[in-house]
């Protein structure tokens, strides 16, 4: 409850988000009135929100949907819910599984709980501290948002079950009431008395309003939310943001300044043109550091875009989803990437040995480039079109010192059709398809401070040719058309596969090298659990072996 105001409104206005498009001579604004900002933000957010769930519920319908409900039943849905149906915050009763319509019908009956909270909570007129024609101030108070009646951090908890014991006899064991009423830094309102916060309200076009979240004296704007006739839109201005979460650590005493620079916009939007909805997300150069003297991390992603189209097709929803991903980098120290585990072993006496394994210096970078495409999933499901696709030279590459541990490079056609079935997938290339991958475990070894044996890495290369080659893969890798090509590691020539042939041991061969024969006999009696735990661990899969792997006549 440290910062209950702040999750309350970020979650209040970060619905969806990106700018509205702006003119040279800036945004374009036109005259806001009280009733105008609450009647349009209301009814925009209600009219966004309902689509969004209506979209949801035409996904869920269809086979991905169906999937993806599959894909959920593996998680917990713990409900509060005492035997008679009524609510107790001590029974938890987990026989529910969520699914997406569980979730569609979660987000329909919290839409007016939304609405209600920004009409009497946010934009009440009582909360006007400032108007122009052109844009109005609210002020956010704690008499507004900070929740009456709730007990503060530091507070003693309130009384349970008519000033007896705080929470019934049955649960003294499993719940620790105190848990929640820990002293774990400002109340609400003191808070938002020494951060104070404001919304600015404007209308760049008639029936439209952009929100923005001032925060402390200084009115940094971590948070502009667009609330559209055609859709919502959200900004973060991740610099201010990162200024904000500042102002908080200040605020309640820390005294250290936090360790992240950060700048750029990430921005986000679900938009409806007709029957279309559309998620978008957007940023712009976006850098990132953390200078903690343990654990300093660099990253960055250049201007990207990603959009997602959603459109009713008879009982279910076609989905659309353009890429369009700069270059990223991710850059930390191997220690915090990498762990160095202690190695132990057997001798033939069965004395156990276990050696401290040395701690990794230096760093892990991943560079992956540039990466375009526009992948289309109609609503039945079984078939994933993916076409104008595009990637920047280089790949991806994992370095660790400097060194090249892993590079994945790939040649892509400009289309690629995609078929999922129940129990193979075809693919469909509209010209040659090609992978080439090299892992270096020896360079990771030496890294990490271990012997470095350079017969360890592997590498492996596939390469589909032809006009529009098109392969099948089940439980062999089936040739339809074009030729196949593959070489690598365990393999003493290149595998050549016409049409019509297969290719046998993809799954059984790739992961990593076989263990080889051992003679129980070897070691002495009682020691053979042990020493089976060392020995699996050695022969952990890892790299890449296509040992095993032929061309053979289709089953």
């Not at 689509?51 to 998680?75: H, I, K, P, V, Y």
């Not at 329909?108 to 844009?135: K, M, Y």
């Not at 290719?503 to 080889?516: H, I």
């Amino acid at each position: 409850m440290r910062s209950a105001t702040l999750t309350l409104i970020l979650f209040a206005l970060a619905l969806s988000g990106c700018d509205s498009d702006d003119d040279d001579d800036g945004p374009k604004q036109v005259p806001v009135t009280p009733t105008v900002a609450t009647d349009s933000t209301t009814q925009n957010l209600e009219a966004a929100l309902n689509a969004l769930a209506d979209r949801a519920e035409l996904f869920s319908q269809s086979s991905l949907g169906e999937q993806a409900n599959e894909a959920m039943a593996g998680g917990d849905d713990c409900a509060t819910l005492s035997e008679d149906g009524q609510y107790d915050p001590y029974a938890e009763d987990c026989g529910e599984v969520a699914d997406l319509r569980t979730s569609v019908n979660e987000l329909r009956e919290g839409i007016q709980d939304v609405i209600e909270f920004v009409r009497d909570r946010l934009l009440p007129e009582e909360a006007i501290e400032a108007q122009t024609d052109r844009e109005i101030i609210y002020r956010l108070t704690p008499e507004r948002l900070c929740d009456e009646g709730a007990a503060e951090p530091g507070e003693a908890p309130p009384a349970q079950n008519n000033g007896e014991a705080p929470y019934p006899p049955q649960y003294e064991d499993d719940y620790d009431y105190e848990d929640d009423y820990e002293d774990d830094g400002l109340s609400c309102q003191e808070l938002l008395t020494q951060i104070p916060l404001r919304l600015r309200i404007t209308a760049p076009a008639e029936g439209d309003v952009d929100v923005t979240l001032l925060v402390g004296e200084a009115r940094l704007e971590p948070i502009t939310l667009g609330i559209y006739r055609a859709g919502l839109s959200l900004t973060l201005n991740l610099g201010d943001v990162a200024a904000s979460a500042q102002l908080v650590l200040d605020a309640e005493g820390e005294g250290e300044a936090l360790p992240l620079q950060i700048s750029g916009n990430l921005s986000a939007s679900l938009m409806l043109n007709g029957e279309t909805l559309t998620f978008g997300l957007n940023t712009t150069k976006i850098d990132l550091r953390v200078d903690d003297a343990e654990a300093p991390v660099r990253a960055g992603i250049d201007p990207s875009k990603l959009a997602v189209a959603m459109t009713p097709n008879g009982g279910g929803v076609d989905i659309a989803i353009t890429y369009d991903i700069g270059a990223l980098f991710f850059e930390a120290p191997l220690a915090m990437m990498v762990d160095a585990e202690m190695s132990c072993s057997y001798d033939m006496n069965g004395a156990e040995r276990c050696d401290e394994p040395p701690a990794p210096e230096g760093n892990l970078r991943v560079e992956m480039a540039a990466l375009k495409a526009l992948v289309s999933v109609p609503a039945n499901g079984d078939a994933i079109n993916i076409s104008d696709l595009q990637v920047g030279a280089g790949g991806i590459k994992v370095f660790a010192n400097g060194a090249t541990a892993m590079s994945f490079a790939s040649i892509l056609p400009r289309t690629l059709n995609i078929t999922v079935g129940q129990e193979m997938m075809r693919l469909l290339a509209g010209g040659d398809l090609g992978l080439d991958m090299e892992i270096k475990d020896s360079v990771m070894a030496r890294a990490m401070g271990e012997e470095a044996d350079p017969s360890q890495d592997s590498e492996m290369h596939m390469h589909l040719k032809g006009a529009a080659p098109e392969v099948e893969v089940g439980e062999q890798l089936k040739v339809i058309s074009g030729e196949l090509r593959i070489s690598g590691t365990g393999l003493d020539a290149e595998l050549v596969a016409q049409a019509g042939m297969c290719v046998s041991g993809v799954e059984d061969e790739m992961s990593g090298p076989a263990q080889p024969e051992r003679d129980p006999n070897e070691y002495p009696e009682g020691y053979e659990e042990g020493y089976e735990e060392n020995y699996e661990e050695d022969y952990e899969e890892g790299g890449i072996s296509l040992e095993g792997m032929e061309i053979v006549a289709c089953e």
